[in-house]
């Protein structure tokens, strides 16, 4: 087996540490994961392109899709929570409002006085 036989069937490193991140991104390192998954998933697909021996463009593409995936289901869950608690805050401020008119409370702030 020659040299640029091993060279054309290797598989790039950061291909392998971009699935493996992503696959870590759902399982164990929520946010980080992800994170490092894009960057050596764009890494990889980069160092392939490079070098046309190179194996590994579909675990890259892999990585890629988990990492950025979770990214917008991050999202999407951060924004639904807090459309619900700010729902939930904005609720409870209308109701204290409310309860402060009916009892006849006033709610105006007094005047400062201008010495």
Not at 19 to 31: D, N, R
Not at 78 to 97: D, E, Q, W
Request: proline fraction near 4%; glycine fraction near 14%; charge should be negative.
């Amino acid at each position: 087996m020659h040299q640029s036989d091993y060279a054309s069937s290797q598989t790039s490193t950061m291909a392998i540490i971009s699935v493996i991140s992503g696959v870590l991104s759902w399982v164990a390192l929520p946010f980080i994961g992800a994170i490092v998954a894009i960057v050596t998933g764009h890494m990889a697909r980069n160092e392939i392109k490079s070098n046309p021996g190179m194996q590994g463009d579909g675990l890259a593409i892999a990585g890629l899709i988990l990492g950025y995936l979770h990214i917008v289901t991050f999202c999407g869950g951060l924004l639904l929570f807090l459309l619900f608690f700010g729902g939930m805050v904005g609720l409870t401020g209308c109701a204290i409002l409310s309860e402060a008119g009916q009892s006849g409370a006033s709610l105006s702030i007094p005047p400062i006085p201008l010495n």
